[in-house]
């Protein structure tokens, strides 16, 4: 991206993820988010006296699962340090971290934007507890008279993602988000709900003169939760950037955070005040070892990843942006392929899950996992076109009925009579009465005015209500014409 | 009948149990008296917990009227130092900081020694954080030493070593981080076992340096600690630190012979600074095991002059840390202040003392940006050096030798004014911790009146050997069975 004509943006992300182990990372209680404030805690989360961490292996697992979709090294051998700093939602004042030996060594990731791929590498990947949350009387901790803090989220296992200063554009920096949230989705590690805070970002972020090869000063902020901040916290920063560049000055090296309600980044702390966190290595838990056993058993779990999923969907036939739109969230993905296993025509079924069944479940604002329509359901309907039974038109409406009521497609087909009409017999008599009530199309489509059929076909199904055979109609009408 | 079991060791009061010559409840009530007798001289203990501990005995009584087989610590009363945590009692660590916190939950010794049938008669004084080796650090207290009440007990568990050396508990447990177990036994006369870093649980137990610290027990006689051994120790799943280690039955050690046995004398802690009669006393103890058949020749651990600057660094920087948690958001003291940084400042300012600030300081110090590397990462190499000049001793010899400490009790005072002065008297036990290995420290003499204790030290896991050869030397000496002379005695404990 060049900036202020000048100026190429430079950004690197931390990318903090909650894992959805079902108990914290080194005690056993739940994750659950929400809950009444300090119900989900004990001596351990709570930083009780004599209290003892005691490391939840299926956090090693997710760790270890999402490392492995992000093309990271495994380190055989790992370790946990103290971070130590002082805050009231730490509950021990220090946050059992890694620092110098992380699980995850280096990977990465391909983006595309407009059309270019771009590999973002990924530094490392480490584990850490998540803090408490406080609750402010007032908007701020300092314009409040009380503060109160919930422990709840205090040991929720985090998944710490640095990335490589790979980013030089905000579409980068999006693509790259969105590429990652959607692996971890992928991947079931995390639930990636951005809204309950259960993936936050912090951006690294400077300018240089177009063609330099050293880095500018950055700045980092902090804790930001939705792509959408993203994307205007980083147009403000690099703007503010640039205007400081311009009048001659030096960005200064610190820690900013991001007013929402404001749209500006203010400073946190700079550089002189940044917290010495005195990291030492963990001594209430044992070096984590990781023998590449453990690693083979958790690459057997690891789901087919988009691309993958992306390229066997264009494989049977859909476009590019079909499958891309089919694999975006796994959820929409997981119901196609769960449909697809009972239909097998790719192409309609994509048409189907893209356009009806989407625009019901927007309409409704309800996700897919809840749908009313299951996979298979859809399946019998769109089976029921191809046999014949009803027409395309018809399975619109078979559609919403299902929504509504949950039930199967066959069964609203024969309570409401639905059924397309194919015997012959009955059709003609119908097309007979059609043809002698109109006479002058009949004159016109013999007169060569082919248009003149399509009214004709028209009246017959109207006066079927929609559910004459439109092809078998075609024939007997073309014959009787003829 | 209470006053003759006063002063008795576990074994024998077990006994007294089994053939009904004593009910739990009378034992206790026993021991309840005594406590309140000599305790205001001696005061080891911070809380006394006479209504819970008749009531535990009264059930263990039950056990007995129903003829039910008692187990070895079943209806004995015993204490726990004031940094293990016991749900529902006032766990204080002897500090203003936890002068009213009560734990939600049992450190598992606690819930051992509950599960073996043991009375908890109360909490002792410590040095406040277990940081000290006098006891006069504790918030509450000044703990004497019943030999003479001029001297302190040693510390840091100077409340556990002076329960059982004046008869204030059957027996008891303490920490040692760097000496707080063995140093008070040495002080006071009595058996105080360290064990093997990782052999007994550390849930519970509240941290002064997560790295260094364990539980161990101080009895009157070697059977009686491997007997409380026997219920403390072995691998706990919510201690990390804590060994997957088959625990053996350390009773099956105390055999009267160690013909054979050999035992290195480390030259090193034979040096400057050790009390020429303390030494006297000790080659003394090392002639009757020669004596007694033991194949004694003298060795070096020539990393020992780093010990002390290297567990100062090490445990004071796990200190910094773990004592962080104390800021008044959660539980123990508060201090009032208009801000949260305020409210931490004030609350560690006023709720800590003076020794647990500097070791903070100092800790913090450590680990700092810039100067981590020259202390706390060469402190952690120095920590590596030391346990391998013990696994190069340990090649040649069964069990090592020294003196427990340098001088026996000083007075109240004497060192509390110079720091430097009380951290070099821990030279001949930081070492041990340092490398995770066990040591013991059981009486072998006295010098001005005051008990000395012989220091032995084993390979990882080696306890057994180490109780093997103790248990020789209490049977072959007499200095386990004198007592100190103390005034109140007489009136609930004829038996002198």
Known sequence: MVVANKYEMVCGLEVHVELQTKTKIFCSCTTEFGGEQNTHVCPVCLGMPGALPVLNREVVNYAIKAGLALNCEIAEFSKFDRKNYFYPDLSKNYQTSQFDLPICGKGGLEIEVDGEKKWIGITRAHMEEDAGKLVHSGDTITTSNESSVDYNRAGVPLLEIVSEPDMRSIPEVLAYLEKLVQILEYTEVSDCRLEQGSVRFDINVSLRPMGATTLGTRTETKNLNSFSSVRRCMEYEVARQARVLDAGEKVVQETRTWDEGQGVTLTLRSKEEAHDYRYFPEPDLAPLVIDREWVERIRKTLPELPEARRARLQALGLSAYDAGVITQAKALSDFFDAALSSYGDAKTLANWVMGDVTRLLNTNQCSVVDSPISATQLAELLGLIDKGTISGKIAKSVLEDMYSTGKDAGVIVKEKGLAQISDEGALIGIIDDVISANPQSVEDFRAGKDRAIGFLVGQIMKATKGQANPGLVNKLLKEKLS | ?496
């Open chain 2, 1 to 496: 009948m209470e006053s003759v079991s006063i002063g008795k060791s576990v074994s024998e009061l077990h006994e007294l149990l089994v053939h009904k010559d004593i009910s739990s409840a009378e034992l206790t009530k026993a021991y309840i008296d005594r406590i309140q007798a000599v305790d205001p001289d001696l005061q080891a203990y911070l809380t006394v917990l006479e209504d819970e501990a008749m009531a535990q005995a009264a059930e263990v009584d039950q056990k007995i009227a129903q003829g039910e087989a008692l187990k070895p610590l079943e209806g004995i009363p015993m204490a726990l130092k004031d940094n293990m945590c016991t749900e529902g009692i006032r766990t204080s660590c002897a500090s203003k900081m936890l002068e009213n916190f009560v734990p939600p939950y049992n450190a598992t010794v606690t819930n051992r020694l509950r599960a073996a049938g043991t009375i908890l008669l109360g909490k002792l004084n410590m040095d406040e954080f277990a940081m000290g080796s006098s006891t006069e650090n504790s918030y509450f207290t000044k703990t004497r030493n019943p030999w003479n009440l001029e001297c302190v007990p040693g510390g840091s568990s100077g409340g556990s070593a002076v329960a059982v050396a004046g008869d204030e508990a059957a027996f008891t447990l303490g920490s040692d981080t760097g000496g707080s177990i063995r140093q008070p036994a040495a002080f006071c006369g009595v058996v105080g076992m360290k064990p093997t870093y990782g052999a007994v649980s550390r849930l519970g137990l509240i941290a002064f340096a997560s790295s260094l610290d364990q539980i161990g027990p101080f009895t009157k006689t070697v059977r009686d600690n491997a007997l409380v051994m026997n219920a403390i120790a072995g691998y706990d799943a919510l201690d990390s630190t804590s060994v997957p280690y088959e625990t053996p039955d350390y009773t099956k050690f105390l055999v009267n012979d160690i013909k054979g046995l050999k035992i290195g004398i480390p030259r090193e802690y034979f040096g400057e600074g050790i009390d020429p009669d303390v030494a006297k006393g000790i080659k003394a103890g090392i002639q009757t095991l020669i004596d007694l058949g033991a194949e004694v020749a003298e060795c070096s651990l020539p990393h020992t002059e780093y010990a002390i600057p290297a567990y100062y660094l090490i445990a004071t920087a796990e200190a910094s840390s773990n004592l962080a948690r104390y800021d008044g958001v959660r539980y123990g003291y508060r201090a009032d202040s208009n801000d949260v940084l305020g409210m931490f400042k004030k609350t560690r300012a006023e709720g800590f003392g003076q020794e647990v600030k500097r070791r903070i300081m100092l800790g913090t110090y450590a680990l700092s940006s810039g100067y981590y590397d020259a202390y706390y990462l060469k402190a952690q190499k120095v920590r590596t050096l030391i346990k391998q000049d013990f696994d190069k001793a340990f090649e040649k010899f069964d069990v090592l030798l020294s003196p427990t400490a340098p001088t026996p009790a000083f007075k109240f005072g004497e060192k509390s004014a110079d720091p430097l002065a009380m951290y070099l008297s821990d030279i001949t036990t930081v070492p041990i911790n340092l490398a995770g290995i066990p040591a013991i420290s059981i009486p072998a003499g006295f010098v001005n009146g005051l008990p000395i204790g012989m220091q032995l030290m084993g390979k990882a896991f080696g306890e057994g050997a180490l109780y093997r050869v103790a248990y020789t030397f209490e049977q072959n000496t007499n200095y386990h069975s004198l007592k100190p002379n103390l005034s109140g005695e007489v009136l609930t404990c004829g038996s002198r």
